[in-house]
């Protein structure tokens, strides 16, 4: 059977349904140790501590310290339709979860949907065998039909009156066919690799490209230097994307309340949060990986950088105006691994330009935020420490941070390095002037409200943003050979 309602006489038996991967595209345990640990940095500690008294302690332990908010879950709509037309027909239901009682009951009183809730207690991990012997014992052998996911279900399944499955495989469909006769499938598996490629946000990885900007001011761009930029732009996109994962792990509160960042993949459930669990250390290790076959700088380098990111998603961005400090410079520093990488050393103007260009970019993704959080009548930014009432002075930031980036290449212009490097330097003010332009443009497209959340990845998609760095590249070709 696929998806159909049985007839009324299998109305004697109750429709028992898991919650995990199941009535929830997620597991409420990850998403009650992440829920904690956006508020405590200390719950891996508070979390190893409990786990080593048993997992129903953990378990127990993690709902206690920090419930997620029920009411935004990622609930499978399908199962729920299940449900609600089994009861449509007089039938009983019960939510029966490995998942803590105390989160059962509350996910039970939120939906309306179960007539019994029965958990995880202190002692007793209700999965697998423990689950199917607990069914047996309350509603007898054969008195339930059984709604699950996983293979610790095929347990209970062996000794249901029939099975129904969610998202399951081809190959895993078979195996419940094997334990139960009688099976309806419900969701079909929804692909695997394109929600983690979203989770790693591969169109950031365009902000990398920063990593090759020593050897093209220092005009020094040969084979070996572009491998080792190459390696250096590999290393920061995958630490950047561990990054990301982790980020989306602490917000997933905040990006469900979220008019955009609800459909992130782990927020809205196509990403089960225990696969991002698994992919933010592996990121993290391939990225640090591919950075210590550069050197052991480099390794220090964006070790740092992904420390800088921890203490942001874990601390600092909740911090008004530090947030923006840290922005700016995560966005330098790919500058500094660059000429790290290569062995050519920073100019002090090239730094200094990248300081306030890079903090008025920063300055520009939290006026995008506050603009957003106007149109949406709140008051109050989720996770972060800004309200309606900064918009004013955040604008002004990033106005004039823009500006004195443009201040500091027009005094660069002037030195004798510029001379010297230059056949024609009078065509970099020309670069000024775009530049000028540039920047003030993305404060006006931001206070009216079609600034992206990211403004570097929206001046790659902007028409008008593409041919003003064209025009810019034109004039410094043209003061290069002209």
């Known amino acids: ?21 199941t009535l929830l595209r997620s597991d409420m345990l990850f998403e009650c140790f992440w829920a904690s640990a956006a508020r405590n940095w200390r719950t891996p500690i508070i979390a190893a501590k409990a786990l080593s008294q048993g997992i129903p302690e953990l378990k127990r332990a993690l709902a206690e310290t920090a419930c997620p908010d029920i009411a935004r879950l990622p609930y499978n709509a399908e199962v729920i339709a299940h449900i609600e037309a089994w009861r449509a027909e007089g039938g009983k239901t019960a939510l029966v979860t490995a998942s803590d009682q105390i989160l059962a009951d509350k996910i039970a009183a939120h939906l309306g949907l179960f007539d ?23 509603y007898g052998p054969g008195g339930y039909i059984y709604v699950g996911d996983s293979h610790a279900d095929l347990k209970v399944w062996s000794r249901a009156k029939a099975a129904v499955t969610v998202g399951a495989t081809g190959g895993f469909r078979a195996k419940v066919a094997e334990v139960n006769a009688d099976v309806t499938h419900l969701s ?14 591969l169109h950031q990885w365009l902000k990398n490209v920063l990593v090759f900007i020593p050897v093209m001011a220092s005009q020094s761009l040969g084979l070996e230097s572009f491998l080792q930029c190459l390696l250096a732009f590999v290393a920061f996109g995958l630490v950047a994307s561990s990054g990301y994962v982790l980020n989306d792990l602490l917000d997933l509160g905040p ?44 390794l220090g380098v964006i070790a740092f950088y992904f420390l800088m990111t921890m203490s942001y998603s874990l601390w600092l961005k909740r911090k008004v105006i530090v947030d923006i400090c840290v922005l700016a410079g995560l ?35 939290r006026q995008a935020e506050l603009v957003h959080l106007k ?36 005094l660069y212009i002037n030195t004798p390095d510029i001379r010297e490097n230059y056949m024609s330097p009078t065509y970099l003010w020309g670069v000024c002037g775009l530049l000028l ?39 410094a070709a043209g003061a290069l050979f002209l």
């Open 1 to 21: 059977m696929n998806g159909k309602m049985r007839d009324s006489g299998t109305k004697d038996s109750v429709l028992v349904v898991d919650l995990d991967g």
């Open 116 to 138: 019994e809730v029965f958990g995880t207690e202190p002692g007793n991990n209700l999965k697998a065998e423990r689950k199917a012997e607990f069914l047996d014992n309350h």
């Open 188 to 201: 079909p598996p929804e692909p695997f690799f394109l929600p983690i490629l979203k989770a790693m946000r």
């Open 255 to 298: 990006d469900r309340a979220h008019a955009r960042k609800c459909r992130r993949p782990m927020a809205s459930g196509r990403l089960q949060v225990p696969h991002g669990t698994v992919l933010f250390p592996v990121l993290l290790l391939l990225g640090l990986g591919t950075a210590a076959t550069l050197s052991a700088t480099f």
């Open 331 to 365: 966005y330098t520093l790919r500058i500094v691994a660059g000429g790290v990488a290569t062995g050519i050393p920073l100019s002090l103007w090239l730094l200094a330009f990248s300081m306030f260009f890079f903090f008025s970019l920063a300055a520009v993704k």
């Open 375 to 410: 149109s949406t009548g709140q008051e109050k930014a989720a996770g972060r420490g800004y309200g309606l009432e900064d918009l004013p002075i955040i604008t002004q930031i990033a106005t004039s941070s823009g500006l004195l980036s443009v201040l500091v290449l027009a």
């Open 437 to 475: 332009f540039w920047v003030t443009r993305m404060v006006f497209v931001t206070h009216r409200g079609k600034m992206d959340d990211d403004p570097m990845v929206f001046a790659v998609t902007d028409r008008t943003s593409q041919a003003t760095f064209l025009a810019m590249l034109t004039l």
